[in-house]
């Protein structure tokens, strides 16, 4: 039911043998390795059982490998997470807080999850999903089930879409561990063009 609110609709797609998966996350991991920076907007879309509709916000995210991001909500708040190596900063209405201890360990999980589906890169580690690759139409689709316990906590699974032309991702789904639902969708991609470093600060 969540799902189809969403629009998130079943269609036909076939799972990838061992040696196209392998062939397939070869070239995923190739494209990953040139991507020094990117750029785009996003627009994520939250369907929960404590929800009458889907929620949605907007925003930017800026990527510079291999540790730094900028993850900003502009609709309809404004809220920025803000990673530079270890350290990561929340914005809240202009103000900053510099993360430490369990808020920090909490935060980092979902923003390597981020970065990861953004750069494509550490995705395919074996030690921490379980995965399955499918041929998705216009798309490689990467089903995956996590193995850490702490990433149990937060999601029962991940779903990555990447454009088959450019191996660049598409789309993520999280489906949490409570049955909530969340799509992100990259928009305006720019790949390896330069990003001021002010923006991780």
């Given at each position: 039911?969540?799902?189809?609110?969403?629009?998130?609709?079943?269609?036909?797609?076939?799972?990838?043998?061992?040696?196209?998966?392998?062939?397939?996350?070869?070239?995923?991991?190739?494209?990953?390795?040139?991507?020094?920076?990117?750029?785009?907007?996003?627009?994520?879309?939250?369907?929960?059982?404590?929800?009458?509709?889907?929620?949605?916000?907007?925003?930017?995210m800026?990527?510079?490998?291999?540790?730094?991001?900028?993850?900003?909500?502009?609709?309809?708040?404004?809220?920025?997470?803000?990673?530079?190596?270890?350290?990561?900063?929340?914005v809240?209405?202009?103000?900053?807080?510099?993360?430490d201890?369990?808020?920090?360990?909490?935060?980092?999980?979902?923003?390597?999850?981020?970065?990861?589906?953004?750069?494509?890169?550490?995705?395919?580690?074996?030690?921490?999903?379980?995965?399955?690759?499918?041929?998705?139409?216009?798309?490689?689709k990467?089903?995956?089930?996590?193995?850490?316990?702490?990433?149990k906590?937060?999601?029962?699974?991940?779903?990555?879409?990447?454009?088959?032309?450019?191996?660049?991702?598409?789309?993520?789904?999280?489906?949490?561990?409570?049955?909530?639902?969340t799509?992100?969708?990259?928009?305006?991609?720019?790949?390896?063009?330069?990003?001021?470093?002010?923006?991780?600060?």
């Amino acid at each position: 039911m969540v799902l189809a609110v969403m629009g998130i609709v079943a269609q036909a797609q076939t799972q990838l043998a061992d040696t196209q998966s392998k062939e397939v996350i070869n070239q995923l991991t190739q494209a990953a390795t040139t991507m020094q920076t990117m750029q785009c907007r996003f627009v994520q879309e939250k369907a929960s059982t404590m929800l009458a509709e889907p929620s949605i916000s907007e925003g930017t995210m800026h990527y510079v490998a291999p540790d730094k991001m900028r993850w900003e909500y502009t609709k309809p708040y404004a809220f920025s997470l803000i990673v530079n190596g270890e350290r990561i900063v929340k914005v809240t209405d202009g103000k900053s807080e510099v993360l430490d201890g369990n808020s920090s360990r909490m935060y980092q999980g979902i923003v390597n999850i981020i970065m990861g589906s953004a750069s494509g890169k550490k995705l395919f580690d074996a030690s921490v999903f379980d995965m399955a690759l499918y041929d998705d139409d216009a798309f490689w689709k990467a089903e995956m089930t996590p193995k850490r316990r702490d990433m149990k906590r937060m999601f029962s699974r991940l779903v990555f879409r990447f454009d088959k032309k450019t191996n660049g991702i598409s789309r993520v789904e999280f489906i949490g561990s409570n049955g909530d639902v969340t799509l992100i969708r990259f928009e305006g991609m720019k790949v390896n063009e330069t990003i001021p470093e002010e923006r991780f600060q």
